[in-house]
């Protein structure tokens, strides 16, 4: 196997839908061809939270993933988020999402482990699974320290070491744990790619990562990618000035009363910037309205973030 290359940019783009909420091939396809022309993005990572994949059926899915893999043309590596409840039923879907063409899963934690907490044991033979029966490189992903799925450092560890893990998402929003564990996790596999995933305040985690997995990668690429250089050559003074650039865009899309309302938000962002005519979502999302509308695009226009020239679509 030869890893994926995740030193840099992932977005995790959202689903475009046409106006009746259909998936837009067309759409997508045309979001993921403008984002892999971005220098230092090195994946697509679909089928997630800013994806609305749970809110897509298995048919629609499987095709939205051979979409991108079509539109990328190979010029980087599709991802796919798995989030199967059951062990044999997530092996499953990561069978048909490779054979659909993506190279990589994200491995979300089975959801009944948000409520209940997991078993010893369970993720690290959720991980082996998907891996052996699918083949796909897999992303371990570290939930946020509020919820029961959790994992502890052990249970990360073990993960971390298993064949076919190459990359960490992590987004436990816990700085205490962050500087304990993300050391721990080099140390057990230095060639694990740490991805920060902490949409809403990035700074801190910048400077410990190889990359960034993260959905504000659909609206500001180009500034993200200048983010993760600066936290690379441990120039503070850089990232802090990128940070504050984005920063009213932070505010509008992230900092809102529910981090599913972020997904509302990160299409009308792509509106703002030209990539999408409309910002179609399916239910159990709801619209924002026009007063967050204008905060969101006034936010855009307050960081200089433009709209995409036709031709640079065009061409794409």
């Known amino acids: 196997m030869t890893p994926m290359d995740l030193r840099g940019l992932s977005p995790a783009p959202v689903t475009a839908f046409t106006r009746d909420g259909d998936v837009d091939h067309e759409a997508n396809a045309r979001l993921a061809r403008w984002l892999v022309s971005v220098k230092g993005v090195k994946s697509l990572v679909i089928l997630g939270h800013a994806g609305e994949g749970t809110f897509l059926t298995e048919d629609e899915r499987l095709a939205l993933i051979r979409t991108y893999v079509e539109a990328v043309d190979g010029a980087v590596p599709i991802i796919a988020g798995i989030t199967g409840e059951g062990t044999k039923v997530a092996a499953e879907e990561a069978k048909k999402c490779k054979a659909a063409g993506a190279t990589g899963a994200l491995v979300y934690p089975n959801h009944g482990w948000l409520r209940f907490g997991y078993q010893k044991g369970a993720p690290q033979s959720r991980y082996k699974a998907i891996w052996e029966e699918s083949g796909l490189q897999c992303i371990l992903f570290q939930y946020p320290d509020a919820t029961k799925a959790s994992y502890d ?36 596999n230095p060639n694990l790619q740490i991805l920060s995933c902490h949409d809403e305040w990035l700074l801190p985690t910048m400077f410990d990562v190889d990359g960034l997995l993260v959905g504000y990668g659909n609206i500001a690429p180009e500034l993200l990618v200048k983010l993760i250089e600066a936290g690379k050559a441990q120039n503070y003074t850089e990232a ?40 179609t979502i399916r239910e159990p999302l709801k619209n924002l309205g026009e007063k967050a509308e204008k905060e969101i695009f006034d936010a855009f226009d307050a960081a200089g973030v433009g709209r995409i020239q036709e031709a640079v679509l065009a061409a794409e």
């Open 153 to 188: 450092l052990d249970t990360q560890l073990d993960i971390a070491t298993q064949e076919g893990v190459v990359a960490t998402k992590n987004g436990v929003r816990n700085m205490k744990r962050w500087y304990v564990e993300i050391p721990e996790l080099k140390k057990a």
């Open 240 to 279: 802090r000035k990128v940070f504050e650039q984005l920063l009213p865009i932070t505010r509008t899309v992230y900092h809102r009363g529910s981090h599913m309302e972020g997904t509302v938000a990160l299409k009308l962002g792509l509106v703002k910037r030209g990539i999408l005519d409309h910002a």
